[in-house]
Structures are given as C-alpha cells and as structure tokens.
C-alpha cells in the first residue's frame, strides 16, 4: 500500500509551514487593506477641512494713515513738511513720505533675508560720509538727514531709497505697491513689485504715490 506523503513527519512539517505562510500572506493582505482605508479616509477628511496657514497675506492695509506719516503733508504744497519721513513697520514693509510722493520698501534684507531696522543715521561708523545718505531720496537740502536701514544679523545697510552701500547686501532691497483706500489708509500688496534692482544698480528710484490724487507715476524699474 502507498504512502501518503503528508502523513509522514516530513510531509506534516511541510503542511504546517505552508499553512503557517497562508495565514501571515492572509493576515498581511488584511493590514494592507486596512491601512489602505485609514489612509485614505484621512486624506478624504483633508480635502473636506483644508488646513489653515499662519502665512501673513501678501496685501494688507496699513492702521495708519496718509495723515499719520511723521511730519504729515503741507496742505499747500502738497509735499512732506520734513523730508523723507518713515512710517511704522508693518508686514515687514516702511512706507515713506518725501518730496516726490510715497513709496514702500519692502524690508527683506537681499543677503539672507533678515529684517533691516530704520535708523537716523545710517553711516554711522560705515566710512560713508552723511552727504551721501542725505542726498538719497527727493527732498530739499533743509531736510536732508542721513537716514535709512541697517541689517541687525550681518551688517547691511541701506539708504533711505533702499540703495544698499555697505555689507553683504548683493542689491538694493525692493519696492512694493502702495495705494490709498478710501478711508485713507494704505493698501500695501507685497506680491506686486514696483521696483527691482540687480547688482551694483545703484539707480535712484523714480516711483512715487502722489498723495494728493492718490495715483501713482508708473515709474516703475526692472519688472
């Protein structure tokens, strides 16, 4: 009489170990499955409730407003009483009042990105002498004042027009849009760039936001 191979030791050994790889094969195929559908219905739930960000958006408006810039505008001329004149910081960006009109400097620092801080006296202990600072910026000789930004992480400074002049800086910082709301205060949108300059661009920049008509001159560099 034959014998049946899976009725000797061998052959039962043989018939528990594929027995053994059909459940772990079943018991895997399951927790795939399983895991498969968690997934999946948390990727669903993540369509249905977006995730919020904490990202600032790229226009806002100011608190201040036209009348709140330091020195404020003589009604007869139209101009600043005192020069280029710097507004709080908000969403990283200076809005400033001189002869020519308004703008807004966006304070990036071009080297790493850091937040230049204003300063009443930009060249201090720079080698640059202050005519220079204060011939930046449109304003009469009575109002000059070596003003502009300083880097607090490497050492970058800028004139009051963002022209950087000393550090790392490898350009001058950028200018963003600027209008006036009806209520007065400023919408600034950090996304729109008015001016753009490359390396070794030292161009005085001829954008301004007439403050009277609330209208800018168009004259916008490098975008």
């Known amino acids: 009489m034959a014998l049946n191979p899976y009725e000797t030791p061998q052959g039962k050994l043989r018939a528990r170990a594929e027995s053994t790889r059909r459940q772990f094969l079943l ?7 399983v895991g498969s559908l ?5 990727k669903l739930l993540g369509f249905m409730f977006p995730a919020a960000t904490n990202e ?5 408006k100011t608190t201040f407003t036209v009348d709140d810039l330091t020195g404020g505008i003589d009604p007869a001329t ?11 910081v908000e969403g990283r960006v200076n809005v400033i009042l001189d002869d020519a009109g308004i703008y807004a400097v966006y304070l990036v620092c071009t080297h790493l990105g850091c937040t230049p801080n204003y300063t009443s006296n930009v060249v201090s202990g720079s080698g640059v ?10 304003r009469t000789s009575s109002q000059q004042k070596p003003n502009g930004w300083a880097c607090p992480c490497h050492g970058s400074r800028y004139f009051i027009d963002s022209t ?4 790392p800086a490898p350009r001058p910082m950028d200018w963003v849009d600027i209008t006036i709301a009806p209520d007065n205060h400023f919408v600034v949108d950090r996304s729109s760039i008015v001016v ?3 390396a070794g661009d030292i161009t005085a920049p001829e954008w301004r936001l007439d403050p009277a008509t609330g209208q800018s001159n168009g004259k916008t560099i490098g975008v």
Do not use: W
């Open 196 to 198: 753009y300059r490359q």
């Open 164 to 167: 950087n002049f000393y550090g």
């Open 27 to 33: 018991i895997m195929g399951t927790l795939a499955g």
């Open 56 to 60: 600032a958006p790229p226009q806002f």
């Open 78 to 88: 139209k101009k600043a009483r005192l020069g280029a004149n710097v507004s709080g």
């Open 38 to 42: 968690v997934f999946g219905s948390f």
């Open 129 to 138: 002498a202050e005519g220079v600072a204060d011939k930046r910026g449109v």
